[in-house]
């Protein structure tokens, strides 16, 4: 798509298509991969924004292990966060710090989470995955950010995630590729124990291997 000739960056053009679907749940539409053959058996808001059931699985694995802090790279418009801190106001403690990269896309995002009454879980950073500080230790890491840079990401906050702590890397599909590759090259490398879940896109749900009882 064009705008005064210019090319329209991707998460621009899915802003826009998820801004005039208003909230509307389509069919999965990723390709279907040897893990995952069924992906119209899922549903999704739009291209970017998790898979439906990913959203739903987010806030469960919230309400279960009880996080104190969850930390996402990748907030796009912010659906993601929105689930996370769901489950952290049904716990009734927690805060989520969430990063966006593209200054539109945040403000975009920070617009949703204030009229969405769960602001006071959410910390809503306009920066880098690979300069952003979060203090202390961490719940739960999610990294959702561009897939060729998750590998650096997980290494970068890995000393920050606690020994139980859940990794959780988005986009992880064997079509997909790289995260996958990058999720393996790491439990290879014996940092991280690794479970591939077989959904459209992909969700590598993994632990450090070091200090576990
Ligand atoms: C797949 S979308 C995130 C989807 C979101 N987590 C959800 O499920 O609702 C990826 C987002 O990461 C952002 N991004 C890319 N590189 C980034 C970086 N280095 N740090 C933070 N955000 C980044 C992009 O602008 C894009 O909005």
Redesign the pocket.
């Known amino acids: 798509m064009a705008l005064f000739g210019k090319k329209l960056?991707q998460?621009h053009k899915v802003?826009r298509q998820a801004e005039r679907a208003k909230g509307a749940l389509l069919t999965e539409y990723h390709r279907a991969t040897p893990e995952c053959p069924h992906p119209e058996r899922w549903s999704m808001?739009d291209s970017?924004?998790?898979e439906a059931e990913?959203?739903e699985f987010?806030r469960t694995l919230v309400t279960t292990v009880k996080p104190d802090r969850v930390v996402?790279?990748?907030?796009?418009?912010?659906?993601?966060?929105?689930?996370l801190a769901e489950g952290l106001k049904q716990n009734g403690f927690g805060r989520i710090v969430?990063?966006?990269?593209?200054p539109v896309?945040?403000r975009k995002?920070k617009e949703t989470i204030a009229a969405s009454g769960l602001e006071a879980w959410i910390e809503l950073r306009n920066?880098?995955?690979?300069?952003?500080q979060v203090d202390g230790m961490i719940d739960i890491f999610?990294s959702?950010?561009?897939?060729p840079?998750r590998e650096q990401?997980i290494r970068r906050f890995l000393p920050q995630i606690k020994p139980h702590g859940i990794i959780l890397m988005?986009?992880a599909s064997s079509h997909l590729k790289v995260v996958r590759e990058a999720a393996l090259k790491m439990e290879a490398e014996g940092l991280i124990s690794v479970i591939l879940l077989p959904t459209p896109r992909g969700l590598v749900i993994a632990q450090k291997r070091t200090g576990r009882l």
């Open positions: 960056k998460e802003m808001y970017m924004t998790a990913v959203l987010l996402e790279t990748g907030s796009f418009l912010g659906v993601s966060t929105l689930w969430s990063c966006e990269y593209d896309v945040f995002a920066e880098s995955s690979l300069e952003m999610f959702d950010s561009d897939m840079i990401e988005h986009d």
